[in-house]
């Protein structure tokens, strides 16, 4: 595969190490569904009485995973000591 990289995924590889960034498995993560919709709709018509105040004080989030190719395990650079929150 040609990435027009300039170096090889060696140097690339040894680059990353040399920055204390090391090749971690990503979490296989669950794939959402429409009764997980149906839930989290639920979750949130229950709480909304709770008023604007409250939920001003919540933080949502959302992850995307992305890799270009299907095989193998996904894998992230982080640094030592760190579990990627």
């Known amino acids: 595969m040609d990435t027009n990289f300039p170096a090889t995924s060696r140097t690339a590889r040894s680059?990353?190490?040399e920055a204390n960034l090391h090749p971690r498995r990503a979490?296989?993560?669950e794939v959402?569904?429409?009764a997980h919709r149906a839930a989290r709709i639920a979750f949130a018509n229950a709480h909304a009485?709770?008023?604007e105040e409250v939920w001003r004080q919540i933080i949502f989030s959302d992850?995307?995973?992305f890799s270009s190719s299907s095989s193998g395990?996904?894998?992230v650079y982080r640094p030592n000591?760190?579990?990627g929150k």
Do not use: D, I, Q, Y
Request: glycine fraction near 4%; proline fraction near 10%.
């Open 27 to 29: 979490a296989v993560k």
């Open 81 to 83: 000591n760190t579990n």
């Open 63 to 65: 992850e995307k995973t």
């Open 15 to 17: 680059r990353l190490s």
């Open 49 to 51: 009485e709770h008023g």
């Open 32 to 34: 959402l569904n429409p």
């Open 73 to 75: 395990p996904v894998l």
